[in-house]
């Protein structure tokens, strides 16, 4: 069983800037959702998708959206970067149907740096 | 909305001492809960879930929660802690409805002393 991987690991970007990040998904499972964890505190959900589209978005700007591929593969892009952008960010896949949807395997997160 | 308070920023214990971290979540319907752990610089670990029925639930690495409903709290415990379970410990709440996502605690941050 593969888990869930994140690339790039590391990254500095400026402000204004844009960046993506990419995800892959647990074999077996449809549905990844994005989280920002910034220094000390715990993730805060960003949005979520599956089938390809959007289904569920936490309290974030419009400057942050994602992508879905056929193969359950995901991206997020933010754009006109912002220091506060500073953070680990989290990609987690599950299911989507039952509770078992709640249950969410992450991967190892990319760091992300605004300076 | 739901919510979820982990009330020790910093826990501090023997290694073989027992150990209990606290979650307490506010949530009007039956919740989905769980128990994450996160390593410096490392994504996070499902230790265990509670969705339903028997309220003391087995994790992995010997971990244990227990569901109070009547206390809504949600504690980790572990017997006799290893120098190893030094970590972040997260607790999180699922909704039952809406956007199906998880609530996260601010974090309890484990130390282990020799």
């Known amino acids: 069983e593969t888990g869930v991987t994140q690339s790039p690991t590391h990254l500095i970007k400026t402000r204004g800037q844009q960046v993506t990040l990419r995800c892959s998904s647990q074999?077996?499972?449809?549905?990844v959702s994005w989280y920002q964890q910034a220094l000390g505190q715990g993730p805060q959900f960003i949005f979520q998708y599956y089938r390809e589209e959007e289904n569920g978005r936490g309290n974030f700007p419009p400057r942050f959206s994602g992508l879905q591929f056929p193969n359950y593969s995901s991206e997020l892009n933010v754009n006109a970067l912002e220091l506060d952008d500073s953070a680990l960010y989290l990609c987690?896949?599950?299911?989507?149907?039952?509770?078992?949807?709640?249950?969410?395997?992450f991967g190892p997160g990319t760091r992300l740096t605004v300076t | 909305a739901q919510s979820v308070t982990q009330p020790d920023i910093h826990i501090t214990v023997s290694e073989g001492a027992s150990l209990e971290l606290r979650c307490n979540y506010s949530y009007g319907a039956t919740p989905y809960l769980f128990w994450y752990v996160q390593s410096p610089g490392q994504g996070l670990q499902l230790l265990l879930k509670?969705?339903?029925?028997?309220?003391l639930v087995q994790g992995i690495k010997g971990f244990e929660a227990e569901f109070k409903r009547s206390q809504s709290s949600f504690n980790l415990r572990k017997p006799s802690v290893h120098w190893s379970d030094a970590a972040e410990y997260f607790c999180?709440?699922?909704?039952?409805?809406?956007?199906?996502?998880?609530?996260f605690g601010t974090g309890t941050r484990l130390t282990i002393i020799p």
């Open positions: 074999s077996g499972h449809n549905t």
């Open positions: 509670y969705f339903s029925g028997d309220t």
């Open positions: 987690a896949s599950s299911t989507f149907q039952g509770p078992s949807s709640y249950e969410q395997y």
């Open positions: 999180a709440v699922g909704a039952n409805f809406g956007n199906e996502k998880l609530t």
